[in-house]
C-alpha cells in the first residue's frame, strides 16, 4: 500500500475518511503492468472529487503513481482512494492539508472466471438505496448500503445481489451494473438518483452506440428484469458476466454477453 507516495500501512486516525468517509475511490484492472481504461478512472475521479468541492489534487502526480505501482503486475487489481484529508473540526473541512492519496494492488478475483463459464445467480436484496442526486453515480466512501447488501447476499447461495432503491425501481448489483435485453432492445438502470455510474457500463453503453445499437437507460421495476430474455452484470474487474439465474427464474440465452463480451477484449487489447 502507498499512501502519498509512500509505501506503508498507516493512516492517521484523524484523516476524514476514518472520521467521516470523506472522499472517493476507484477500482482499475491491471493487465500486463498496464491499467485498463486508465484515463477513464482518471477522469472518473475527477468528476467524483468536483461533485464532493474536493480540491487539490495533483491529478499528473497521482497518474504517475498509478502507473509507478502497476507497473511490474501482470494480473492485478489497483484500488485508488482519494480522501479529504487530515484536519478540520467536526464536519468542516476548514483546515484540512492536502486531499490523501492511497493506492493499493490485490490478487485478481479468480472466482469470475468460473462466473463466466457457469452464470450468475443473483438475489433480490432486501437493503434498498436511498435516493441522493448530489451523490448518485460517484464511488464515495460512504459504503454502508452496499456493505449491508454483502451482509445480507453472504447468508444466501448467490453470487451476487439484485438491488432496488427505495422507490423499488431496479438501479443495480451490490459491485456491479446491470444491462438486460427483450428482444433487441438493450436496457440499463438509470443511476441519476441512486447507485454507482461505473467505468465498464459507460464503456458497453458507448460501444453499443458506435455499433448502431440503442441501449435504453431507464427506470424500471423487478419484474421488467425478470421478464428479459437475458440479463448481463459488469464492473471493471469481470469485465462482463451472463446472469443465469435471478431467484428462480432462469436465463439461458447468451447473445448479448457474447457482443459485449468481444468489446470488452477490444478494450484489453
Not at 507497473?71 to 492539508?97: F, M
Not at 478475483?109 to 463459464?117: A, E, F, K, R, V
Not at 440499463?188 to 441512486?194: D, F, L, Q
Request: aromatic share 6%.
Amino acid at each position: 500500500m502507498w499512501i502519498n507516495g509512500i509505501e506503508q500501512n498507516q493512516l492517521p486516525a484523524s484523516d476524514r475518511a476514518v472520521q467521516f468517509g470523506d472522499g472517493c475511490f476507484t477500482t482499475a484492472a491491471v493487465r500486463q503492468g498496464k491499467i485498463v481504461l486508465l484515463e477513464q478512472h482518471i477522469q472518473r475521479l475527477q468528476e467524483s472529487c468536483k461533485r464532493l468541492w474536493l480540491a487539490g489534487v495533483d491529478w499528473t502526480l497521482l497518474k504517475n503513481e498509478m502507473r509507478h505501482v502497476a507497473r511490474h503486475e501482470q494480473l492485478a487489481v489497483l484500488k485508488v482512494i482519494i480522501t479529504a484529508g487530515v484536519g478540520g473540526r467536526g464536519y468542516s473541512r476548514k483546515g484540512c492539508g492536502l486531499p490523501t492519496r492511497i493506492l493499493s494492488t490485490s490478487p485478481w478475483p479468480q472466482h469470475y472466471l468460473t462466473l463466466q463459464q457457469q452464470g450468475v445467480k443473483l438475489a433480490l436484496s432486501p437493503v434498498r438505496l436511498a435516493s441522493n442526486a448530489q451523490f448518485a453515480g460517484i464511488k464515495h466512501l460512504n459504503r454502508l448500503e452496499q456493505v449491508m447488501i454483502r451482509a445480507h447476499l453472504d447468508q444466501t447461495d448467490a453470487d451476487e445481489a439484485l438491488v432496488l432503491d427505495t422507490q423499488g425501481y431496479v438501479v443495480e448489483c451490490c459491485a456491479a451494473n446491470l444491462f438486460w435485453r427483450k428482444g433487441d432492445t438493450v436496457f440499463t438502470p438509470e443511476v441519476e438518483r441512486s447507485g454507482v455510474d461505473g467505468i465498464m457500463r459507460r464503456y458497453l453503453i458507448k460501444e453499443m452506440q458506435a455499433s448502431g445499437q440503442h441501449c435504453q437507460v431507464v427506470q424500471r421495476e423487478f419484474a421488467d428484469v425478470l421478464a428479459a430474455d437475458e440479463v448481463i452484470i459488469c464492473n471493471a474487474l469481470m469485465p462482463v458476466l451472463p446472469v443465469r439465474q435471478i431467484d428462480s427464474v432462469n436465463f439461458t440465452e447468451r447473445s448479448l454477453f457474447n457482443q459485449l463480451q468481444i468489446s470488452c477484449k477490444k478494450m484489453e487489447a
